[in-house]
């Protein structure tokens, strides 16, 4: 069955400081894979997606993403982070039936606080 | 555009009780997916509706069902409502409901089972 890890539960990063987020999954196939970012009392915003092709993905708000199939893991990265990044990470695979439709198993989410 | 609407924002019922939630997507998008959200076991898939025929389920007891309208909005109604049920109720709208296909995500009911 496909599955995604999220290692952290909670990281704390400097504000100007780099960050990556780590993410593993469990699926047979090429997976699709995907990045959301949750603010408190909102919904889930995507931050980029991976399909196929180039492995290094980028994404809105200055996120890349790196696909490695050896590894099965898809890390979230940003070379600064800003105060307005705190929020919740929510990695999430795709789960196709039949090639027409498909729904997401997520991560449990990695809680990001920046400190001034 | 208007992005995708859920009604009510929050909500408290009482164990043993029904409650119906709404969900319109975006215009034209024909796929609307559900998911729970609780501290304990994070984000997991309820059903996805397309052209108003349930075309995947997730693994919940029967008390969790939805229906689709015409006009695409959703509902979904938990029966019997346990306290376990507490939590953020998700939907997304997506143009076909294909994973290539970008999902845009409410911003959610907060039901609260007392």
């Known amino acids: 069955a496909q599955s995604v890890t999220q290692p952290d539960i909670h990281i704390t990063v400097s504000e100007g400081a780099s960050l990556e987020l780590r993410c593993n999954y469990s699926?047979?196939?090429?997976?699709?894979l995907f990045w959301y970012v949750q603010s408190p009392g909102q919904g889930l915003q995507l931050l980029l997606k991976?399909?196929?092709?180039?492995?290094l993905v980028q994404g809105i708000k200055g996120f890349e993403a790196e696909f490695k199939r050896s590894q099965s893991s898809f890390n979230l990265r940003k070379p600064s982070v800003h105060w307005s990044d705190a929020a919740e990470y929510f990695c999430?695979?795709?789960?196709?039936?039949?090639?027409?439709?498909?729904?997401?198993?997520f991560g449990k989410g990695t809680k990001l606080s920046v400190k001034p | 555009k208007a992005g995708v609407t859920q009604t009510p924002r929050y909500l408290i019922k009482t164990r043993g009780q029904q409650v119906t939630l709404s969900c319109s997507p975006i215009s034209g998008h024909r796929s609307v997916s559900w998911y729970q959200q609780t501290p304990g076991q994070g984000l997991q898939f309820l059903f996805e509706y397309f052209s108003e025929t349930q075309r995947n389920k997730g693994n919940f007891p029967g008390r969790f069902s939805g229906r689709q309208f015409s006009n695409s909005r959703s509902e979904m109604n938990v029966s019997t409502l346990e306290l376990g049920d507490s939590a953020l109720y998700l939907c997304?709208?997506?143009?076909?409901?294909?994973?290539?296909?970008?999902?845009?995500f409410g911003q959610g009911t907060r039901l609260t089972v007392v």
């Open positions: 991976y399909f196929s092709g180039d492995t």
């Open positions: 999430a695979v795709g789960a196709e039936y039949g090639g027409s439709q498909g729904n997401l198993i």
């Open positions: 997304a709208s997506s143009a076909t409901g294909r994973l290539n296909t970008e999902a845009f």
């Open positions: 699926y047979g196939a090429t997976p699709y």
